[in-house]
């Protein structure tokens, strides 16, 4: 475990939605005060919504004026000062009403009261940020550990597969057997590198291809390949190990169950700011449900993968079209230099 002080972290205030989310609360604030107080009219609402609603907004404006700031400090540090820069502009605003309202005697108590309701607000909602930045921490390192648990899972009937490939070829072709010893080393480096990181799809590609060789050597002309590769981006960046798991189910649940094999699909295209890709491969007539569900894990561990980079931008769908079994994944295209 790391010995470095926890980060604050304060959300985007000055955005639309958080915005509109201030006003809203504050309003209701507003209502839940007036009804505390007793009496209510008009008048009284619209005077202390002007009120609640100056603090709430320049409160947001001065968070966001110092957000940069505020997030190199640790969490201790830099909760007090959002604290403070709070009540500093709630007792700001409420001497600026009491100048221009002139309400005479009490205006320590007011004070006093404004303080304390802008102290208890405050340090309710830096709570809750604290609570969500935590469960934000936790999700991420759990979708790490899954992450990292699929990209150094290689299934061990592909490693020994491989290096019964590589022990019978080494007398008769040795070449070929240093070929295949290159590929799976390739393929090992991959799966032992950093969980999500992002590589130019021309990377991906070569491992896709190194894979294909090895599993070509072992099922022979079983195995066809139909590349349809656009080549107009291939520094586009995706995540690393994505397609290669999707062809290791492709041949795994469908051209190896099939005594003539078949022939898997891989075609890739860019359609505006987004990398399109799709895989086809046949469907045995006796999948089992064992194989589904196989398949169905390695595809929700891909989404949780593409959703921690791209958010609901990205999406990985799967499902049966006559006689072919037809994956789709679509993501925003992001050069090799961001």
Known sequence: MSDQPEQFVIPELCNTTSLALLIIFSELLVVVLLFAGGDISWVQLGLMSLFVQWIALV???????????????NLRLGATIAFVAVQVVALLVG????????????????????????????GLLLRYFYVQQRLRIQEQAELQSRIQALQSRIRPHFLFNSMNIIASLIAVDPDTAETVVEDLSELFRASLNDAGGQV?????????????????????????????????????????LTLQPLLENA????????????????????????????IENPIP?????????????????????????????????????????????????MPISV
């Open 59 to 73: 409160s947001a404006g001065a968070l966001c004026s110092i957000r940069g700031w505020l997030l190199q400090l």
């Open 95 to 122: 001497l600026m009403a009491e100048w221009v309202l002139e309400r005479g005697p009490g205006m320590f108590e007011r004070l006093a009261g404004v303080v304390t309701i802008s102290s208890i607000i405050t």
């Open 251 to 278: 041949i795994y649940h469908g051209i190896q169950p099939l005594p003539e094999g078949g022939v898997i699909v891989v075609e890739l295209k860019y359609i505006e700011d987004a990398v399109h890709i799709r």
């Open 285 to 333: 007539s006796d999948a089992s449900s064992k194989a589904s569900a196989g398949n169905q894990m390695a595809l929700q561990n891909i989404r949780s993968r593409l959703a921690v980079l791209y958010g609901s931008k990205a999406e990985l769908s799967a499902a049966a079209e006559d006689d072919r079994f037809v994956t789709l994944l679509h993501f925003p295209k």
């Open 200 to 240: 130019p799809i021309g990377d991906e590609l070569d491992l896709c291809e190194r894979y294909i060789r090895i599993e070509g050597l072992r099922l022979g002309d079983r195995l066809r390949m139909d590349w349809r590769l656009e080549e107009n981006d291939k520094t586009a960046l995706i995540p690393l």
